[in-house]
């Protein structure tokens, strides 16, 4: 989230939409099997809500969190879901975060170094605008 946060400060979006400075918060929720405990409360207040994920093809016991995510979803607009694929936002920006390092921190870093390059992949551009 901290990556969709800088990524989006860095291309201009809270520039040109500064609303969303006050109308957007993002949560990390500390891991993908957290993510369903989290929308049980959002869903309970009825308050909208938008999903983004690593998709984790590579890790099996990922495609059964991923359809609890799915499936505590509401059907109804405004709520929707965005899986980075096909693995992780790691494998997306081309870094790994070393053990013991910060994930948000090298994350935020590598965004700033692909911007400054112009480099940002579409897939993660389209990411943070979702989330955006």
Do not use: W
């Amino acid at each position: 989230m901290a990556a969709c946060d800088r990524a989006a400060d860095l291309t201009g979006v809270f520039t040109r939409h500064a609303r969303l400075r006050r109308e957007v918060t993002l949560i990390d929720c500390d891991g993908k099997n957290n993510i369903p405990a989290f929308q049980q409360v959002l869903n309970a207040f009825g308050i909208p809500y938008r999903v983004l994920h690593d998709l984790d093809t590579n890790n099996p016991a990922a495609f059964a969190v991923n359809a609890r995510i799915a499936a505590a979803l509401p059907t109804i607009p405004g709520h929707s879901i965005h899986a980075i694929s096909p693995n992780d936002l790691e494998g997306l920006l081309g870094y790994v975060a070393a053990k013991g390092t910060s994930k948000p921190f090298a994350a935020v870093r590598r965004v700033e170094e692909l911007h400054s390059q112009g480099a940002l992949p579409v897939p993660f551009i389209e990411a943070m605008n979702m989330v955006s």
